[in-house]
């Protein structure tokens, strides 16, 4: 009776164990540190299916989208805390080399084909002129404080249509992206080249979404739905976030896809799918987004984050297509309660 008594007491030690080691591996909320935009989504004009890597290769990954994650959550309990735009006039992009080109008709229009379900579902347009294009090409040298900064070849390509409140980030390759591969006007500058101060989604989509609204609807965002991502580390969250949140295979079903809930984070919250989907490469821009410029777009966060299989090929085969819909809602008084765990004081 006593050796079972201690083998019993053995295994409950060993659970309380593994909870403590898990409860380290994920940051609880007081370890949030403030992580700035230093990210560049990535997606191409086509349809690519991609597998995500196995769980072993993803924790490092996961467990820093959390933390990026959650302090964007805990941003949106006090944004004044929080670090305000650089950059809010759209001159900034002329004077940090940036230049840019109205897209036709018909490449919003075919942009936009494969997810014509999903936005007509949520009312919102699905061509041009409706859905407007603007693409944005890195491709002046710069001087600014006596420092030169060359042109990188850095490319976005961004939709918007401002009555329904949608932006559609097309085509994203960022300076960072363009210098680390080696791409363009990059391909001959070496890797501590100094990069523009406008650089990331963030700053060129909340510029080119200033240059086409006005005072009666630039507070009117609502969505911002993310196409054809591939960055690896996204796709490798996402599923990885799936799994966690009761989706077995970690493969996002077709439209109407799976919904993670808006989540504010405290000191006993264990379901972190929320906060890693959140903190991803090709959706933490929307947080910052909405974050840094709340005088403008109005007190908003980021809601429900819906991820979906666009390809249209799920056979079973442990790849697909990944999109996600960023729904964009005002900030309420419990958003901005000191109960949440996050410690902003």
């Known amino acids: 009776m006593i050796s079972i008594r201690l083998w019993l007491l053995h295994g409950v030690l060993g659970v309380l164990l593994l909870w403590s080691v898990l409860d380290w591996l994920v940051p609880l909320d007081n370890d949030i540190e403030l992580v700035k935009p230093t990210y560049d989504a990535y997606q191409p004009a086509n349809l690519v299916r991609v597998r ?13 989208a959390v933390k990026k994650g959650k302090a964007i959550i805990c941003g949106f309990g006090d944004p004044s805390k929080m670090p305000a735009a650089k950059f809010t006039k759209v001159s900034d992009l002329k004077d940090w080399g940036w230049d840019s080109t109205e897209m036709a008709a018909a490449d919003v229009t075919g942009t936009l084909k494969n997810f ?78 100094p990069l523009p101060k406008v650089s990331v989604w963030s700053d060129v989509s909340f510029l080119t979404w200033l240059q086409g609204t006005n005072d009666q609807n630039r507070q009117n965002l609502h969505y911002v739905v993310n196409i054809n991502c591939i960055n690896q580390t996204s796709i490798d969250v996402v599923s990885a976030a799936l799994k966690r949140d009761g989706v077995k295979n970690g493969i996002p079903p077709k439209w109407p896809g799976h919904t993670f809930a ?84």
């Open 52 to 64: 995500p890597r196995a769980l072993i290769t993803q924790s490092g990954d996961y467990k820093r």
């Open 116 to 193: 014509v379900r999903a936005l007509k579902q949520k009312q919102l347009p699905t061509t041009s002129p409706s859905v407007k294009g603007v693409s944005w090409r890195h491709v002046r040298h710069t001087t600014h404080d006596n420092v030169f900064y060359p042109a990188t070849g850095g490319r976005y390509d961004i939709l918007f249509e401002p009555d329904n409140g949608l932006i559609v980030p097309a085509s994203s390759y960022g300076p960072s992206w363009y210098l680390s591969h080696k791409a363009g006007p990059s391909a001959n500058l070496p890797p501590n080249t």
């Open 262 to 345: 808006q989540l504010r984070p405290g000191p006993f919250t264990r379901n972190d799918a929320y906060a890693a989907v959140l903190g991803t490469p090709n959706i933490l821009g929307s947080g910052w987004l909405v974050l840094q410029h709340q005088q403008q777009l109005g007190k908003k966060r980021v809601g429900g984050i819906t991820v979906w299989d666009s390809s249209g090929n799920q056979n079973n085969d442990g790849l697909f297509q990944l999109s996600v819909m960023v729904e964009v809602i005002p900030i309420t008084c419990a958003d901005q309660g000191k109960d949440d765990g996050c410690q902003l004081s």
